[in-house]
């Protein structure tokens, strides 16, 4: 039996299940993307600067690598290239319904399989695999009087190019990795530039480099050569990285380097105070980047960190006055905790995944949920990175879900014990108790009650190893076995 699968989202989650899907044979699949083309998050932001902060030779998949990144770290449209490339190389794209969302997914017992309802119509799919991300909702704050502004205002991750910013006053509010990225553009343009910073954020430089064309050849000839390029940033990553975060050896390391950088490229005693965090390195994600601090100080910017209390026709009103803005662009991040959202997702039994995450969304191994029978998450609860490339992780999670399919064909639709799902859950909460990110600070690693539903607290070699293959005892079956006797009707 070929399971007919139904693929949520065309980012790098999807496109990576579509492929491992074709490579095995199976073409029973459908990819729907709510979005104009391919991409996921790298097909939204196309705010100026737009880049990946993991190099590129990592922030790609281990089985199509590329010899031809033009730099160490990619810009956007580099990365939204490659993976175009790489839905037409493993002819995905027939496959793939463009401007088609998912609205809801309802589990039909007696038929063992799911509805699922698209803005184009209902279909039938014994498999739900969902690859929306956790960076794919804009967050726009709840300022009073946004709607009175008199200028243009957008989202960083829905940049409007049509926006002329050269010479204008512009608003920056949010000072995360994507403000940190387009601050240095913006501020070479514009008139005057207000950075509004709630919380400064910690922020090592990026160590950037052209792979010119020399580089490119020897990539792409020398044998072996990539893969161990690969493999040196990844180790560094896994040794050093992850260590800072889990109170290890290089805690103090990050910090100084950190500081060292704020040190070097801000001169200004007092910009420097206001930049610097009072929370431990880590606990929110660090921004690296090279060219921030230094568009902080030129003379057409200013670091505001007076409270926003409204906006209002001409700017944004703080607590010590109006700064006029033509412009206001919101960099404030993503809502981040209500992964599936809002799509509608129902269970056995009529269960709400809303409903059954309403305390904080959880899923055993980031993938799978009780009495939600043959859905599978990409990307899900506790699968995001501090440290390293999440597409490392997306790979480790495709894989792990292709090691599913055959228990499908042969005992029936299969669904995690809540048992499995209770041991993983305490095993991720002791975790996560040595993480950095428990510190006291705010971060969207976390939902509204402070649980810590993003990130994966592990390495991501202890994440490959755990989800190397399905431990089927883990799992109910709708189907009885010789080997395990009856299972349904025993949840
Ligand atoms: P973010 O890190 O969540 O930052 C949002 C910013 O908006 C914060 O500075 C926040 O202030 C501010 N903000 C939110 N609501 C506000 C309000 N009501 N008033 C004032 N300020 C407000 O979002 P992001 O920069 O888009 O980045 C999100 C994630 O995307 C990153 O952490 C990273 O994982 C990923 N990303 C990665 C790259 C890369 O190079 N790999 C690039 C861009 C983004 P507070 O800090 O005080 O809450």
Redesign the pocket.
Same mark, same amino acid.
């Given at each position: 039996m070929r399971p007919n699968v139904a693929i949520i989202g065309a980012g790098f989650g999807g496109l990576c299940m579509a492929i491992q899907l074709e490579k095995a044979g199976i073409r029973s699949y459908t990819v729907f993307e709510k979005g104009v083309d391919v991409g996921g998050t790298w097909r939204d932001?196309t705010y100026p600067g #737009?880049?990946?902060? =993991?190099p590129s030779h990592l922030y790609s998949f281990s089985f199509e690598r590329y010899s031809s990144w033009t730099r160490r770290y990619p810009g956007q449209p580099e990365i939204l290239r490659y993976l175009e490339g790489c839905a037409d190389k493993y002819g995905l794209r027939s496959r793939i319904r463009l401007n088609t969302m998912v609205v809801a997914a309802a589990f039909d017992e007696s038929l063992g399989r799911w509805r699922v309802r698209t803005t184009a119509g209902d279909e039938l799919f014994d498999v739900v695999v969902s690859a929306v991300g956790q960076?794919n909702r804009p967050?726009l704050?709840? =300022?009073p009087g946004m709607s009175s502004f008199n200028g243009a205002a957008f989202h960083? #991750?829905r940049w409007n190019h049509s926006v002329d910013l050269a010479g204008r006053r512009v608003a920056v509010?949010?000072?995360?990795?994507?403000?940190? *990225?387009l601050i240095p553009k913006v501020a070479e343009v514009a008139g005057h530039l207000d950075v509004? *910073? !709630?919380?400064p954020?910690w922020v090592i430089p990026k160590p950037d480099a052209v792979f010119g064309p020399r580089a490119r050849m020897a990539f792409r000839h020398v044998p072996f050569l990539q893969r161990a390029y690969r493999e040196w940033v990844y180790r560094y990553a896994e040794n050093t990285l992850y260590p800072a975060l889990a109170g290890g050896w290089s805690t103090d390391l990050l910090r100084k380097r950190a500081l060292g950088h704020l040190r070097e490229q801000v001169p200004d005693p007092l910009l420097r105070a206001k930049l610097t965090p009072g929370y431990p390195v880590g606990c !929110? !994600?660090v921004v =690296?980047d090279s060219g921030f601090y230094p568009a902080l100080t030129r003379p057409n910017v200013d670091v505001v960190t007076d409270g =926003?209390t409204r906006i209002v026709p001409g700017g944004v009103e703080t607590t010590a006055g109006l700064r006029e803005a033509d412009v206001i662009v919101y960099?404030?991040?993503?809502d981040t905790s209500d992964f599936l959202a809002p799509m509608q997702v129902t269970g056995r039994g009529g269960r709400q995944l809303a409903e059954e995450w309403k305390g904080g969304a959880e899923a055993y191994l980031g993938i799978a949920v009780p009495h939600f029978p043959n859905l599978f998450l990409l990307y899900g609860p506790n699968t995001?990175l501090g440290h390293n490339s999440i597409v490392f992780m997306i790979e480790c999670q495709v894989r792990y879900i292709m090691g599913c399919l055959p228990y499908l064909a042969s005992r029936g639709p299969m669904e995690v014990r809540p048992e499995a799902m209770a041991t993983w859950r305490r095993s991720l909460d002791r975790a996560m108790e040595g993480m950095v990110w428990q510190a006291g600070c705010?971060s969207?690693y976390k939902n509204a009650a402070g649980r810590l539903t993003n990130n994966w607290p592990g390495t991501t070699t202890t994440y490959r190893r755990i989800t190397r293959a399905p431990r089927p005892e883990a799992f109910h079956f709708a189907r009885r076995t010789a080997a395990t006797g009856p299972v349904t009707g025993n949840r």
């Open positions: 932001n #737009a880049g990946c902060d =993991i960076l967050h704050p709840n =300022i960083s #991750a509010i949010g000072n995360g990795s994507s403000a940190a *990225q509004f *910073q !709630r919380t954020n !929110r !994600r =690296i =926003i960099a404030t991040g993503f995001n705010t969207w």
